[in-house]
């Protein structure tokens, strides 16, 4: 569902509540341009822990690259 902002002002709590009770997604828009989101917090845990697999996996690939530099080197660089 997509709302603009001027009419969401005026239904907040059923935004709130079709979000957090009936699952849905709203997309608030600003001159006819998406802005924003309401989501349930089921939703929002869910993306962030496909961030944080996204993440894992990036710093798995990054730690196998080749012309690491380790850890000591950077400490002694930076004077630690």
Do not use: C, H, W
């Not at 001159?31 to 309401?38: Q, S």
């Not at 869910?46 to 380790?70: M, S, V, Y």
């Not at 850890?71 to 660089?77: E, G, I, P, S």
Request: charged share 30%; no cysteine.
């Amino acid at each position: 569902m997509q709302i603009p902002m001027n009419k969401a002002r005026g239904q907040f709590a059923e935004i709130l509540n079709r979000a957090a009770y009936g699952g849905e997604r709203i997309i608030l828009e600003r001159r006819g341009k998406p802005v924003a989101a309401v989501v349930s917090m089921e939703d929002l845990e869910d993306l962030a822990a496909l961030e944080d697999e996204a993440d894992l996996r990036a710093a798995l690939r990054a730690r196998n690259q080749k012309g690491r530099i380790p850890l000591a080197d950077v400490k002694t660089r930076l004077g630690m």
